[in-house]
Each structure stands twice: as structure tokens, then as C-alpha cells.
């Protein structure tokens, strides 16, 4: 697993935050660039990456 840097959980551009792995289960050969999230409730794949502005979009 791999999280991309970024600035830190306060930054006010979302999208230029440390990239996020959140959930329960197993993250290996995950990539993430900064910016990206997997928020996983149990399935962390790529396939359900965003951007973090999707989670918190008064932060763009």
C-alpha cells in the first residue's frame, strides 16, 4: 500500500490532503495519489476511490 502526501487533515483544499485509506479489511497493492480516499466500510479496493472534495465538498 502505497498513500500519496499531501497537506494534513486541516488543509483547506480537500484535494491537496494526504491520501486516506479508511475502513475495516485488507488494503494490499493499493496505490493511492494525494488527494484520493478509499473510505472502505469493509471493501478497500480501487475501485472505490474519490477525490476527498466528494466527501467534504466545501473544501475544494
Known sequence: MQLGAGGSFRHPIADERGAVLKGIGEGRGIILETG?????NGTLAPENVRMQSFYHPDAK
Open 36 to 40: 484520493q480516499v478509499i473510505a472502505g
